[in-house]
Structures are given as C-alpha cells and as structure tokens.
C-alpha cells in the first residue's frame, strides 16, 4: 500500500477493537497533523506515526484519509453554527450581536484550534469537491451573519455612518481566525478574556481619550 492514498483499503488489516473515544483521539492527532504540514503532503503512515499505530490499524476507524477531514471540519463547523445560530436568534442589539459572535470565535478556537487552522488554509481548494461543498455554503452563511450585523448597527446609528461595512467585516473575521495561529488551550487567558481584550480594541480604540 502506498502512504497518501485517501482510496479505501480493507478494515481486515488490524484485530484491534476500537476503544471509547479512541476515534476521538485519533481525529484530535491527524487534525494536528493536517494543520501543521496541509493535507496534500501529510500521509496515512505519518498519521498512524503520530497517533502511534501501523498505518493499517488507522483504516479499522476510518476509511480515508479524506473522510478524517471532512469529519474534522463538518464538527467543528457544526458547532460553530450551533453557537452562531443561538447569538442570532436571541435578536441582541448590533453591538451586543457583534460581541456575542466575535466571543463564540474564540471559544471555537479554544475548542477545535486545529480545524480553524485546517480551515484556514484548505478551505478554498477543498470547497470545490462535491465532498466538501458545506465548505462554500458555510463561507457565505458566514458572511451574511457578520455582514448583516455590521449594516444594522450603521443603519441603527451604533456603528458610524462612514464605516466600510465589508472593510469592517474583513479586519474583524481576519484578525479574530489569525489567533488560531498562536492561540494554545490552557494559556494564561481564557477565550472569553482574549475576545474582551479584542472587542476592547475594535470597538474603542487603544489610544486614550482626552
């Protein structure tokens, strides 16, 4: 067998029975992988390595490699739109709307900080195979959200009137999805901290009034 291929191989390679949550821990280590060095170039062995297995033994839990990512992202984009979806339909102000989702952000990260990274740097290629087309949907659901937030806030005059509302809507999803960049779970601050301190910087400014 070769090491990247994503084609199904027979499950009989291994006897190994899976354990709770092992599937768990096994998507938890290929999503590290996949951020750290792109989907093309990571292989099944180099994720069997990283998870300590024979690269067989990975095909008694999933078939692909390609469907270990799609069951990376669809997760977390499931859980992003969950969170989305409850600041959406709880009807807040703009400004409280904009806080709500910019703070569900960075609980993702710390949640699927792997994925966002995935995300990040896959999601243009893989949105074009008829697997990954949620990919795209997601995109543009993503944007309404954010975009429509920004207008209303210009229109209920909370936000300025000047404001380049897609300008805005770039700064705001760039600056917030780079922290899956650096951001580590466990750090000195928690996601709700880092999205104050963030919201802080948007929405007031860093210098001081005088």
Do not use: C
Not at 104 to 128: C, P, T
Request: aromatic share 10%; hydrophobic share 40%.
């Amino acid at each position: 067998m070769t090491d990247n291929e994503s084609v199904p191989i027979s499950k009989k390679t291994t006897t190994e029975k899976p354990a709770p949550g092992r599937r768990g821990e096994l998507l938890a280590t290929a999503a590290e992988v996949f951020a750290e060095q792109g989907y093309t170039a990571t292989t099944v062995r180099r994720i069997a390595d990283a998870a300590g297995l024979l690269a067989g033994s990975l095909y008694y839990h999933f078939d692909s490699k390609e469907s270990m990512l799609d069951e990376i992202l669809s997760t977390f984009l499931d859980e992003l739109w969950a969170g989305y979806d409850s600041v959406l339909a709880a009807r807040l102000g703009p400004r409280e709307t904009l806080e709500a989702l910019v703070t569900e952000s960075f609980r993702e990260i710390d949640r699927h900080r792997a994925a966002v990274a995935i995300y990040q740097r896959e999601a243009k290629d893989l949105a074009g195979r008829p697997r990954f087309a949620y990919l795209a949907d997601s995109q543009r659901r993503f944007e309404r959200a954010w975009l429509g937030t920004l207008e209303r806030g210009v229109a209920d005059g909370v936000f300025r009137a000047d404001l380049d509302v897609r300008l805005a809507y770039r700064f705001v999803r760039d600056t917030v999805w780079v922290a899956a960049s650096w951001y580590r779970p466990g750090g000195a601050h928690s996601p709700e901290e880092i999205a104050r301190q963030y919201l802080s910087m948007v929405l007031d400014g860093i210098a001081v009034r005088t």
